[in-house]
């Protein structure tokens, strides 16, 4: 069992920065793929970023690639998601998820565990 909760969300302007924290309970989140989802206004929930558990592959949507940054931090239980160059197309409800296939990224029913979700509102 894990516990996912995420942090950091809130206001901020195009072109800043943000960075989402999640932290997990669980003796086995080392174990874990680890990804961020996020839901649009009037859109469906969509992949943004994955780390596998060793960090060595961090797949990323093609939208945020380049802007946005995933990073784990087993000792700690926390994964990251640093947002550079907000847009206002990136105003959603972020959320963290953890998947116990090692291989599969983006495709949401793979992931066990999910936070509450965190706003971020980018204004233009």
């Known amino acids: 069992q894990v516990q996912l909760v995420e942090s950091g969300g809130g206001l901020v302007q195009a072109g800043d920065s943000l960075r989402l924290s999640c932290a997990a309970s669980?003796?086995?989140?080392?174990?874990?793929?680890l990804g961020w989802f996020r839901r649009r206004p009037g859109k469906e929930r969509e992949f943004v970023a994955a780390?596998?558990?060793?960090?060595?592959?961090?797949p990323y949507a093609g939208s945020v690639k380049g802007r946005f940054t995933i990073s784990r931090d087993n000792a700690k239980n926390t994964v990251y998601l640093q947002m550079n160059s907000l847009k206002s197309e990136d105003t959603a409800v972020y959320y963290c998820?953890?998947?116990?296939?090692?291989?599969?990224?983006?495709?949401?029913?793979?992931?066990?565990?999910w936070g509450q979700g965190t706003q971020v509102t980018v204004s233009s």
């Open positions: 998820a953890a998947s116990p296939s090692p291989s599969v990224y983006a495709f949401a029913p793979a992931y066990q565990y």
């Open positions: 669980g003796r086995t989140f080392s174990s874990y793929t």
């Open positions: 780390i596998t558990v060793s960090g060595g592959i961090t």
